[in-house]
């Protein structure tokens, strides 16, 4: 009878083990399916941000006009939905993957109607027109926004604010 149990708990362990590697396989296979869309996201001229101005129809766009970094060249354009968000980090919406960064670095965001820039009190900060920001700033068609090295132009087109005429 000893013996019997014996048996039974050693298959009952194997089939406990081999559940535990099939779930941790899962696991693995989900995450980099996450990272290939990631690495997908991060190619040049291929920012996540567009898809959401597409969606929103904000009509406004982030075109780099100076940058160190290959990844952004100048000319790239990228629209600006309802959140753009520059840092380091991956999961940014526009990757600055250079140490003047921080991970999360600002936010350009769309509130009643007018964009807006946040800096997420980076280390060495976000300029806007070469002010340092300290709070979060309305944007106008235009404006230059820089991080480090990294100078972004603010364009929006077909939106002109009413002189009360």
């Known amino acids: 009878m000893f013996a019997l149990s014996i048996v039974v708990l050693r298959y009952v362990f194997l089939l406990l083990l081999f559940l535990s590697i099939l779930k941790l396989i899962k696991w693995m296979i989900r995450d980099l399916k996450k990272i290939a869309s990631q690495n997908e996201d991060k190619r040049p001229g291929h920012h996540r941000a567009g898809t959401l101005a597409a969606e929103t129809g904000a009509g406004a766009e982030?075109?780099?006009?100076?940058?160190?970094?290959?990844?952004?060249?100048?000319?790239?354009?990228?629209?600006?939905?309802?959140?753009?968000?520059?840092?380091?980090?991956?999961?940014?919406?526009?990757?600055?993957?250079?140490?003047?960064?921080?991970?999360?670095?600002?936010?350009?965001?769309?509130k009643e109607g007018q964009y807006w820039l946040e800096d997420f009190k980076s280390t060495n900060g976000t300029f806007l027109n070469e002010?340092?920001?300290?709070?979060?700033?309305?944007?106008?068609?235009?404006?230059?926004?820089?991080?480090?090295?990294?100078?972004?132009?603010?364009?929006?087109?077909?939106?002109?604010?009413?002189?009360?005429?």
């Open 131 to 165: 002010i340092q920001v300290s709070g979060p700033i309305v944007l106008a068609n235009g404006d230059r926004v820089r991080i480090g090295s990294v100078i972004f132009q603010f364009v929006r087109w077909g939106y002109e604010v009413d002189a009360g005429n």
């Open 62 to 110: 982030l075109v780099v006009v100076e940058s160190s970094l290959p990844e952004l060249k100048p000319g790239i354009a990228i629209a600006a939905g309802q959140e753009v968000l520059l840092g380091r980090d991956g999961s940014c919406d526009i990757n600055i993957g250079a140490s003047f960064a921080s991970a999360r670095h600002a936010r350009i965001y769309l």
